[in-house]
């Protein structure tokens, strides 16, 4: 194994996020408790908002269980990134791997993106899904949010996207000190490295309930991939802009021509009206995009916060 910088004790922590996921609780302990490994690692829940019993349960598993564990409770649901950001800034590992509280990213697929972390001193390492146990409906939202990604980023190579990433913990650092309340993760990232790669892992089904991501929660989403980590929305609006301006001054320019040269007379009603509902359009599209942005900006300036921390408990911290 890689010498580990400044003296760290723990070599991998992981961060799960949860929310209402009680059901899922005895089980992932139970499979975190199997981990074998040489070096020192922890993991941090960060429980999210719970509306059932998420949090008191984990209380109740982790107080008898050998792990070195965190549990965060923030006060109200924030949302799966700026969960995700808080578990960065308690993680004392040299590198930390986030992963769902569904079961859905299996234990020894986490070790892996460690090894191949490892192996490639990779910033970054994301695991690309060989089959996705998603909805078909999910599944097409994520390639969306993944092509919006890789267009709105600008980023020199396209990478594949996901939840299921292994970050340095200096590079997670940088990326938790965004005051940004709307955060998007893969965009913080894709700010501060470029040494990105990807590993090919396993995606189990959910273990039990449904999953609470829902079309609102991608539609937010995506929002945040296209306002918050990129200005090519304003760029592209007044590029738009410039191409209809030029448009209408040919249009404008051979209607005259017609009517001169030919004595056409000017007609056209219908055609009018649509150039006005096409052109009105556009015009209230790009006033919500920067309504979009301003009112982000006041959010930012009257200081929205990304998330508040409710409690913080350890358990067998000496262990690490």
Not at 147 to 159: D, G, T, V, W
Not at 243 to 266: H, K, R, T
Request: hydrophobic letters at 45%; glycine letters at 6%.
């Amino acid at each position: 194994m890689n010498h580990l910088p400044g003296g760290s004790k723990v070599s991998l922590s992981l961060v799960i996020p949860t929310c209402n996921s009680v059901d899922c609780v005895d089980e992932l302990v139970s499979r975190l408790e199997e981990i074998n490994l040489q070096q020192r690692w922890e993991v941090i829940f960060v429980d999210d908002g719970s509306q059932d019993n998420t949090y008191f349960r984990l209380k109740e598993r982790l107080a008898v269980s050998t792990i070195c564990a965190t549990l965060v409770r923030h006060t109200r649901n924030f949302g799966e990134h700026q969960a995700v950001l808080t578990g960065y800034r308690l993680a004392t590992g040299f590198h930390i791997v986030n992963l769902d509280d569904d079961l859905q990213n299996p234990i020894i697929e986490a070790i892996r993106l460690w090894m191949h972390a490892l192996e490639t001193d990779s910033d970054v390492v994301y695991g690309n899904y060989h089959l996705k146990e998603h909805a078909k409906w999910r599944n097409a939202g994520s390639k969306l949010a993944n092509i919006s990604a890789n267009f709105f980023l600008a980023s020199q190579q396209k990478y594949y996207f996901s939840s299921f990433r292994c970050v340095k913990a200096d590079i997670a650092k940088l990326a938790a000190n965004a005051n940004t309340p709307y955060p998007y993760i893969d965009g913080l990232l894709s700010e501060v490295t470029q040494s990105i790669s990807t590993l090919t892992v396993h995606h189990d089904r959910r273990y039990l309930g449904g999953s609470s991501y829902t079309l609102r929660r991608l539609i937010r989403l995506w929002m945040n991939i296209v306002v918050n980590s990129s200005i090519m929305p304003l760029r592209l609006a007044s590029l738009l802009a410039i191409a209809m301006w030029f448009l209408g001054m040919l249009l404008m320019a051979s209607a005259i021509a017609d009517v001169v040269i030919n004595g056409a007379a000017v007609v056209g009603w219908a055609s009018l009206m649509s150039g006005v509902l096409f052109f009105g359009g556009i015009q209230c599209l790009f006033l919500g995009i920067l309504g979009e942005y301003t009112g982000r900006i006041l959010l930012v300036l009257s200081g929205k916060p990304q998330s508040c921390v409710r409690d913080i408990t350890e358990y067998n911290k000496k262990l690490a």
